[in-house]
């Protein structure tokens, strides 16, 4: 993975639980200080690392720490320069995730070695959709929980999400249900 999201790792740990786990983090990882270069590819074992190391020093399962991370990531990028790609993805939650592959083709102009997920939304109705998530890299699904909660952040949404079918040796991907209704003020 490319160190922006590496970077957005240790960001989101040093929000949610401070530098010094950080610190204990990097040194786990076997990071020796030297920072991330947001746009130079790094293996996924590093990223997969960090989150181990994570979880060993909060103490927390990897699928509440990728969660925290997924919803943590829209507001990131929002705020590191990718908020006018974003916009351009669409104005609703349906029209966004239908735009997501479009939006990573036009990251791929800016990182050539980007393997992004692809995800394909079906039975789209009033408040409510079916999203396909595809990825090479296993065990991420939490993380599309999270980034949906932040969705419907940027969105004023509230959201609820299900994992219907899980990845397996027999499906190629993760299915979720996602409801969505406007926010009570």
Sequence with gaps: MYGLVNQMVQDYVTTRHGDAVWARVALAAELDGIPF??????????TYALVGATCAETGLPSSEVLVGIGHFFTGYA????????????????????????????QLGNAFPELRPPSFRVSQVT??????????????LAPMVIGLMHSLGDRFH???????LAPRSEDKDHDEFAIRFAPRQV
């Design 78 to 105: 929002s705020s590191n320069g990718y908020d006018d790609l974003m916009r351009a993805a669409g104005d609703s939650l349906p029209l966004f995730l239908e735009n997501l592959d479009r939006l990573h083709t």
């Design 157 to 163: 949404l509230q959201i609820d999400v299900e994992l």
């Design 37 to 46: 270069l947001l746009s130079a590819p790094y293996p996924d074992s590093l």
């Design 126 to 139: 009033e408040g409510a959709l079916r999203l396909h998530y595809y990825s090479t890299r296993e065990g």
